[in-house]
């Protein structure tokens, strides 16, 4: 078995995908890995090296022999927090590349149905997300939320965002994966990693929005009705997870 170790960033899956398919190893003899896992005996392991042109060759042989629409699967699976989704898509891909266009209709086929799954999962994530994330103003007039999905979202959250507050300059950063997306107002947005010192003084910065949440909060608790609270209905419909992100519950 020769095994392909990747990176987990979307131009790495690809690359690890390019790499294993072009080896012509034939498919049952080769497999993807993310760097850190541990290494087993017998097997051969091959570091794959990120290089843009490889990532473009694949996600255009996937849109022009398969589909948008299937690139558009492969992709979010891309961003999905499962630690094997660059072996998963591989299998996919296989699939997808023999059965055609109708290969998601094909939920028989365990290679299918994990990234159906990955799909979904992050599908419910995104939905929470755009409607959870909170902006605060900060001292020079940016805006700035934060966010921590399971899921790598910050490209798919950035789009809703670009288009909602598209004349804006604000800031949405990821914190577990220590990276943000900056966005000048009328102009395009960048994913940028902000984990330096410099970044991380600045996202701790205070806003001026202090009195506007304590006017929120005294709103809530006034309208509240003590004898209908709901504890388990509120998680349900808000998970705990998302509240530390959210300024109403700072």
């Known amino acids: 078995m020769t095994v392909f170790v990747c990176g987990q960033e979307v131009e790495d899956i690809w690359c690890g995908i ?25 097997c051969e392991y091959r570091e794959v090296v990120t290089e843009a042109w490889k990532a473009e060759k694949v996600a255009e042989s996937i849109r022009r022999k398969l589909s948008e629409e299937l690139y558009e699967v ?14 998963k898509i591989y299998r996919f891909l296989i699939y997808a590349f ?4 109708g290969v998601m209709d094909q939920l028989q086929i365990p290679a299918v149905y994990e990234v159906f799954c990955m799909t979904r999962y992050l599908s419910r994530e995104y939905t929470h997300i755009i409607e959870f994330a909170r902006f605060s103003q900060m001292e020079e007039g940016v805006l700035l939320g934060k966010i921590k999905p399971n899921n790598d979202l910050l490209s798919l959250v950035a789009l809703h965002f670009a288009d909602r507050l598209s004349g804006e300059n604000w800031i949405l950063y990821d914190c577990g994966r220590k990276k943000a997306v900056v966005h000048q107002a009328g102009q395009g947005w960048a994913i940028v990693h902000a984990d330096s010192s410099q970044w991380q003084e600045r ?12 006017l929120w909060k005294t709103f809530h608790k006034a309208i ?9 209905c509120q998680q ?3 998970p705990l997870r998302f509240r530390p992100y959210m300024t109403e519950f700072n």
């Not at 390019?18 to 087993?40: F, T």
């Not at 996202?203 to 304590?214: C, I, P, R, S």
């Not at 509240?224 to 388990?232: D, E, F, G, L, S």
């Open 18 to 42: 390019y790499d294993a398919w072009m080896s012509r190893l034939g498919h049952k003899n080769v497999r993807l890995e993310p760097r850190g896992k541990d290494r087993e005996f017998f």
């Open 224 to 232: 509240a009705i003590v004898q209908r609270t709901n504890i388990k």
């Open 236 to 238: 349900n419909m808000l």
């Open 98 to 101: 023999s059965l055609g266009t």
């Open 74 to 87: 492969a992709y979010r699976a891309a961003l999905s927090e499962d630690c094997g989704r660059a072996d």
């Open 203 to 214: 996202l701790n910065k205070k806003t001026d929005e202090e009195t506007y949440e304590g």
